[in-house]
């Protein structure tokens, strides 16, 4: 099975749709993809990622639907890795590593949610 393939999306395409069931993980080569949430108010970004930086991995690691959305903001070209492939990589790690990854990825969620509650402050 192949590891990964290369894969381009043209600018302001979806890449993950928040809450959508995970298949894959995304490393930009080149681009750049705003990551976002829905919420109350609109939509707030919570990061703007570029080249080497990867995305997709936390539904994968907590085993939870997409807790944001993914949308290219310039012409970007993607390595795809698949579910079967990450996972089995994950199950490569130490059990330790494995569960670091768990609570990171938890963190992050709270944080997302965190940064939020804070744009709906007055």
Known sequence: MKEA???SFPK???IIIEGSVSQEVYLIKSGRVDIVKNSPS???KLASLG???LFGEMALI???PRSASAIAVLDTECYVINAQIFEQK???LDPFLRAIFR???NTIRRL???KIIAELAP
Do not use: A, I, Q, W
Request: net charge negative; proline share 4%.
């Open 12 to 14: 302001d395409t979806s």
């Open 51 to 53: 080249p080497k930086e």
């Open 90 to 92: 994950l199950n490569e």
């Open 103 to 105: 609570v990171m990825g």
């Open 5 to 7: 393939f290369l894969k």
């Open 62 to 64: 907590e085993e939870r």
């Open 42 to 44: 609109g939509t707030v």
């Open 112 to 114: 997302s949610k965190e």
